[in-house]
């Protein structure tokens, strides 16, 4: 995985496996209130989607992760795989996006002028507009849950819109900015998609580029 991935998921599996016992992953806190990002994404949508569903995907994990831990049976390791992919995705998905949020007051919506993202932007898509027409159009078409991300290839070193399903991460490219369509945005996909640009933390994607970019 690439060190963002990385970073949200310390130890490792493997280094967790290797010491004979699981780590115990937990549910990091949202870094504003739960009411934040209003009227954009209500506070119901945000508890139930943080507390609930991100919450669902740590006690998965952990118990993935102990049950692996516990088992010397290839079969019984294999057959873990998928729950350690979809619970470990969901939580690696879900740690970055919350840093990906922030309130429109301070720096939600807000890309920043004349950087190195906003000139890639334009570079890679003719124009931050099209960009965010892009993305959207990308999102909106999953098929029930799944994730709509921009990240950057390293081997082109360019930015390119990728998307995953339910809940894998991405690991093709490094991932930049990412927005998640789930069942609970009650079927209103593009009204969703397109309020999320106003609490979209412009400044974490902008140091998540830089990072990627400098590597």
Same mark, same amino acid.
């Given at each position: 995985?690439?060190?963002?991935? /990385?970073?949200?998921?310390?130890?490792?599996?493997?280094?967790?496996?290797?010491? $004979?016992?699981?780590?115990?992953?937990?549910?990091?806190?949202?870094?504003?209130?739960?009411?934040?990002?209003?009227?954009?994404?209500?506070?119901?949508?945000?508890?139930? &989607?943080?507390?609930?569903? &991100?919450?669902?995907?740590?006690?998965?994990?952990?118990?993935?992760?102990?049950?692996?831990?516990?088992?010397?049976?290839?079969? *019984?390791?294999?057959?873990?795989?998928?729950?350690?992919?979809?619970?470990?995705?969901? &939580?690696?998905?879900?740690?970055?996006?919350?840093?990906?949020?922030?309130?429109?007051?301070?720096?939600?919506?807000?890309?920043?002028? $004349?950087?190195? =993202?906003? /000139?890639? =932007?334009? *570079?890679?898509?003719?124009?931050?507009?099209?960009?965010?027409?892009?993305?959207?159009?990308?999102?909106?078409? @999953?098929?029930?849950? $799944?994730?709509?991300?921009?990240?950057?290839? *390293?081997?082109?070193?360019?930015?390119?819109?990728?998307?995953?399903?339910?809940?894998?991460?991405? =690991?093709?490219?490094?991932?930049?900015?990412?927005?998640? @369509?789930?069942?609970?945005?009650?079927?209103?996909?593009?009204?969703?998609?397109?309020?999320?640009?106003?609490?979209?933390?412009?400044?974490?994607?902008?140091?998540?580029?830089?990072?990627?970019?400098?590597?």
């Amino acid at each position: 995985m690439f060190s963002l991935a /990385k970073s949200a998921l310390r130890p490792s599996f493997a280094r967790a496996f290797a010491a $004979g016992k699981a780590y115990k992953h937990t549910l990091p806190p949202l870094p504003y209130a739960y009411d934040a990002l209003e009227p954009y994404i209500s506070e119901e949508i945000m508890k139930l &989607h943080h507390t609930k569903h &991100h919450q669902t995907y740590v006690n998965g994990l952990n118990a993935a992760e102990e049950a692996y831990a516990a088992t010397d049976s290839v079969p *019984k390791k294999i057959a873990l795989q998928s729950a350690l992919k979809f619970n470990g995705g969901g &939580h690696i998905n879900h740690s970055l996006f919350w840093k990906n949020l922030s309130p429109a007051k301070e720096a939600g919506g807000k890309l920043v002028s $004349g950087g190195a =993202l906003e /000139k890639a =932007l334009v *570079k890679d898509f003719g124009s931050v507009e099209e960009f965010k027409k892009k993305m959207n159009a990308a999102t909106a078409a @999953i098929q029930g849950s $799944g994730w709509g991300w921009l990240g950057y290839d *390293k081997n082109t070193n360019k930015l390119e819109i990728v998307t995953t399903a339910n809940q894998d991460p991405l =690991l093709s490219h490094v991932p930049i900015i990412g927005i998640d @369509i789930w069942e609970h945005y009650k079927n209103v996909k593009p009204d969703y998609l397109n309020a999320i640009w106003n609490v979209i933390n412009f400044e974490e994607a902008e140091k998540r580029f830089v990072e990627a970019t400098a590597n």
